[in-house]
């Protein structure tokens, strides 16, 4: 069965750290670009973060600095460890990967940011 189950979300204070697991399974990890993306209501998904199959990632600027994705092929895993975390970064955030033309999504993690 082709997943991604992720794990690691929660709440955390202003300035604080936290970091997000992504599971896969079913399909090679090691050959594909994994990505992390955001949601907060009423707003469309936001990449945070990508990072190809051989390691090289990319941030947008409202994250540079901040967050790093990585992975680690001999676990098919992908993290998101996220510094120096805003209130503006609570969203519910979802793992991403590309499978033969479709998305595969994970379930989505809530991370709050608030004191």
């Known amino acids: 069965q082709v997943q991604l189950v992720e794990s690691g979300g929660g709440l955390v204070q202003p300035g604080g750290s936290l970091t997000l697991s992504c599971a896969a399974s079913g399909f090679t990890f090691s050959s594909v670009r994994m990505s992390w993306y955001r949601q907060t209501p009423g707003k469309e998904r936001e990449l945070v973060a990508t990072i190809s199959s051989v390691g090289n990632p990319n941030y947008p600027d409202s994250v540079k600095g901040r967050f790093t994705i990585s992975r680690d092929n001999a676990k098919n895993t992908a993290y998101l460890q996220m510094n120096s975390l805003k209130p503006e970064d609570t969203a519910v955030y979802y793992c991403?990967?590309?499978?033969?033309?479709?998305?595969?999504w994970g379930q989505g993690s809530q991370v709050i940011v608030s004191s």
């Open positions: 991403h990967a590309p499978y033969f033309g479709y998305d595969i």
